[in-house]
């Protein structure tokens, strides 16, 4: 069964996560969502529609150390 792995409304940090997850091996799918969010305006069509990107893992059995490499992904680009 397929696992969210991770979330996010960077599109191009999705991206790069998906391809550097793919390249280590690892089967993964990416889903992107709408998010509505409440902020600003007024009346009709007020809120802004933002992306988010899901990053599923297909093989459960590869959860903990694709979590390990995205945690060391994103521990470098918070550097």
Excluded at 26 to 51: C, D, I, M, P
Aim: charged share 15%.
């Amino acid at each position: 069964m397929a696992r969210k792995i991770y979330t996010t409304d960077d599109q191009l940090l999705g991206s790069y996560l998906q391809n550097l997850l793919q390249s280590a091996g690892y089967s993964v799918l990416t889903q992107k969502t709408r998010v509505e969010s409440a902020q600003g305006g007024h009346g009709f069509g007020a809120g802004n529609l933002n992306w988010s990107s899901e990053l599923w893992l297909i093989r459960d059995a590869d959860l903990a150390s694709a979590q390990q490499v995205l945690q060391q992904a994103l521990s470098r680009e918070s550097a």
